[in-house]
């Protein structure tokens, strides 16, 4: 069974600190994805990596695929209040993903 | 409008009842999957299909049942309810592109099993 391991499993800051979350695994993954999810919403996709190496940049957050495919981060620069939620990774198979458990963001005003 | 719908949005039910829920989608794919969701335990995906006459066991099937009625819609029933079965639920519905699958999320269903 493939395991994602995230952490920090929770974060509280402050606005405008910078953060960053990291996502796990010991197997290799085709590609790996990072969703957001707001209280009493289902998950968004933000973001697929697929190269190891691969950077990709939305706006004020920074995704980044190990070398190896076996990891990944996130980083938010300048948190807001808006980027509270619940952040999952999920690596990608051909019929199914595996989440991991999530890291759930507080930014404070 | 949304493009996957899950009804109802929150239920209440005993144990030992028999309960469904219901999942829509109008993004035309094939792929459509239930999960569970609690705290501490990240998603979990219970049954997924691929088609109207496919259907696959996810890591927690046991106590569950669906039936894919047609391309969009996808139920998941609980035969007969139990407490630990409390949770908030998941469907989804899937493409597939060149970078793997991509999950379109439902609102949810927050079910509390007394």
């Known amino acids: 069974t493939q395991l994602l391991e995230q952490s920090p499993q929770f974060l509280s800051i402050q606005e405008g600190e910078n953060l960053t979350v990291y996502c796990n695994s010991s197997?290799?993954?085709?590609?790996l994805q990072w969703y957001r999810q707001e209280p009493g919403e289902g998950p968004v996709l933000l973001v697929t990596?697929?190269?190891?190496?691969e950077v990709k940049k939305l706006k004020r957050l920074t995704f980044q695929f190990g070398d190896a495919r076996k990891d990944s981060s996130l980083h938010i620069t300048a948190a807001q209040p808006g980027d509270t939620g619940l952040y999952l990774c999920?690596?990608?198979?051909?019929?199914?993903?595996?989440f991991g458990k999530g890291t759930m963001l507080l930014v404070s005003p | 409008d949304a493009d996957v719908t899950q009804t109802p949005r929150n239920r209440i039910t005993k144990t030992g009842k028999r309960i469904m829920l219901e999942c829509s989608q109008t993004?035309?794919?094939?792929?459509m999957y239930w999960y569970r969701q609690d705290p501490g335990l990240g998603l979990r995906l219970i049954y997924y299909?691929?088609?109207?006459?496919?259907?696959n066991k996810g890591e927690i099937s046991d106590g569950y049942s669906v039936s894919r009625q047609a391309q969009a819609k996808f139920s998941l029933s609980l035969e007969s309810a139990i407490p630990n079965q409390t949770a908030l639920y998941f469907c989804?519905?899937?493409?597939?592109?060149?970078?793997?699958?991509?999950?379109?999320f439902g609102p949810g269903t927050r079910l509390l099993v007394l």
């Open positions: 989804a519905t899937s493409d597939f592109t060149g970078g793997g699958v991509t999950q379109y």
């Open positions: 197997s290799v993954f085709s590609s």
């Open positions: 990596v697929v190269t190891g190496g």
């Open positions: 999920a690596g990608t198979g051909y019929s199914t993903l595996t």
């Open positions: 993004k035309g794919h094939d792929r």
């Open positions: 299909s691929f088609d109207v006459k496919d259907i």
